[in-house]
Antibody, heavy 120, light 111 residues
């Protein structure tokens, strides 16, 4: 069965960096684009970034452009999110989610999320 | 401020039909498919509708999606208590080099 497991979250001071991981299993990882989506406490969903199946195309939300970098290692079935210059407003649960088979814009499987707290 | 606009709340009684609207623009809903997600308290979102009106395997046919121009709707018929959740619409947006956009979410209460 498809599984996406995020890790790497924690408490970090403003201005510091953190790297998130998303370990995938149960599907051909190298065939699908993968997204990061975040949800601040008590708030709605906010799209963060997308990387294409082969890593050749990357898209970012304006709120993280220039600070966050999405990448993947298809040999390890792992997705990454390098987060630099973190701000208090980056505090959120971060989910990785897989593109759908029949509709690439749909996110058909999600991980359980990892919490990032940016605080001094 | 979300790119897609949803009502913050909706409600209905068991057995009723409720609809949730999602308003966008020509760069997102007007030119791309719409997805809907259900998020139960304390859990990750779940895909409810893809390609505007298609249900993934396992999603009851009580849930249906539609689109007209730059607006979309999610309809839930035969409302059940377990449908109480947050619902989000989403679409790809062709502006600003491409991005995915979500609605602000609608909290559905089953009275």
């Amino acid at each position: 069965q498809v599984q996406l497991v995020e890790s790497g979250g924690g408490v970090v001071q403003p201005g510091r960096s953190l790297r998130l991981y998303c370990a995938a299993s149960g599907f051909t990882f190298s065939s699908y684009g993968i997204h990061w989506v975040r949800q601040a406490p008590g708030k709605g969903l906010e799209w963060v970034a997308l990387i294409s199946y082969d890593g050749s195309n990357k898209y970012y939300a304006d709120s993280v452009k220039g600070r966050f970098t999405i990448s993947r290692d298809n040999s390890k079935n792992t997705l990454y999110l390098q987060m630099n210059s973190l701000r208090a407003e980056d505090t959120a649960v971060y989910y990785c989610a897989k593109e759908g088979l029949y509709d690439s814009s749909a996110l058909d499987y999600w991980g359980q999320g990892t919490l990032v707290t940016v605080s001094s | 401020q979300s790119v897609l606009t949803q009502p913050p709340s909706a409600s209905g009684t068991p057995g009723q039909r409720v609809t949730i609207s999602c308003s966008g623009s020509t760069s997102n809903i007007g030119s791309n498919t719409v997805n809907w997600y259900q998020q139960l308290p304390g859990t990750a979102p779940k895909l409810l509708i893809y390609s505007t009106n298609q249900r993934p395997s396992g999603v009851p046919d009580r849930f249906s999606g539609s689109k007209s121009g730059t607006s979309a709707s999610l309809a839930i018929s035969g409302l059940q208590s377990e449908d109480e959740a947050d619902y989000y619409c989403a679409a790809w947006d062709d502006s600003l080099n491409g991005r995915k956009v979500f609605g602000g979410g609608t909290k559905l209460t089953v009275l």
